[in-house]
T-cell receptor, first 113, second 109 residues
Framework: GAGVSQTPSNKVTEKGKYVELRCDPI?????LYWYRQSLGQGPEFLIY????????DSGLPNDRFFAVRPEGSVSTLKIQRTERGDSAVYLC???????????FGPGTRLTVL | LAKTTQPISMDSYEGQEVNITCSHN???????ITWYQQFPSQGPRFIIQ???TKVTNEVASLFIPADRKSSTLSLPRVSLSDTAVYYC??????????FGTGTKLQVIP
């Protein structure tokens, strides 16, 4: 079956611009996670959804970051007024169970010039 | 969330068994131990999960002592394709997840 997909795979933008990153989870998975990974570091938790609601958004670094999952499936991570420090790989994962078994997408590499 | 500690890096020759140990002294009663593998330019991939004693699948084995304060991921007869970063996570699921920096395994021909 289809795994988690993320689009675009690469995004280059200029400082100050707005970007949207999309995640299509595995069908039927109720939980969806967003992470950010910088070079040489492990994935850094941003937010997770249980259904349509954000169950924990404590990892979002500031109010420029926002994520939605309006129908409990596809999710969009939105970053306003991008900064060079936002450059990283943004990973999405989905899960169907309550254990830490998450299925990751390939990530979106964001570069802010 | 229980904090985990694992070696930053390890080297191994092809064909050898590799054991990566993770410490998690503050593991809670309901926590499970989960290991992920990550190749460059890919998202992490679930390898194995366990609660106590030993778990084995087609990829690896996971050994958990009775006090559950540590766990050991065992990779039998590694090949060059096992070169990756391995992460140990502890938790109950449906929660904020902390990956840490993981263990970078380099398999040498």
């Amino acid at each position: 079956g289809a795994g988690v997909s993320q689009t675009p795979s690469n995004k280059v933008t200029e400082k100050g611009k707005y970007v949207e990153l999309r995640c299509d989870p595995i069908s039927g998975h109720t939980a969806l996670y967003w992470y950010r990974q910088s070079l040489g570091q492990g994935p850094e938790f941003l937010i997770y959804f249980q259904g349509t609601g954000a169950a924990d958004d404590s990892g979002l670094p500031n109010d420029r970051f926002f994520a939605v999952r309006p129908e409990g499936s596809v999710s969009t991570l939105k970053i306003q007024r991008t900064e060079r420090g936002d450059s990283a790989v943004y990973l999405c994962a989905s899960s169907e169970g309550k254990l830490l078994t998450q299925y990751f997408g390939p990530g979106t590499r964001l570069t802010v010039l | 969330l229980a904090k985990t500690t694992q070696p930053i890096s390890m080297d191994s020759y092809e064909g050898q068994e590799v054991n990566i140990t993770c410490s998690h002294n503050n593991i809670a009663t309901n926590d499970y131990i989960t290991w992920y593998q990550q190749f460059p330019s890919q998202g992490p991939r679930f390898i194995i999960q366990g609660y106590k004693t030993k778990v084995t699948n087609e990829v690896a084995s996971l050994f958990i002592p009775a006090d559950r304060k540590s766990s050991t991921l065992s990779l039998p007869r590694v090949s060059l394709s096992d070169t990756a970063v391995y992460y140990c996570l502890v938790g109950e699921g449906y929660q904020k997840v902390t990956f840490g920096t993981g263990t970078k395994l380099q398999v040498i021909p």
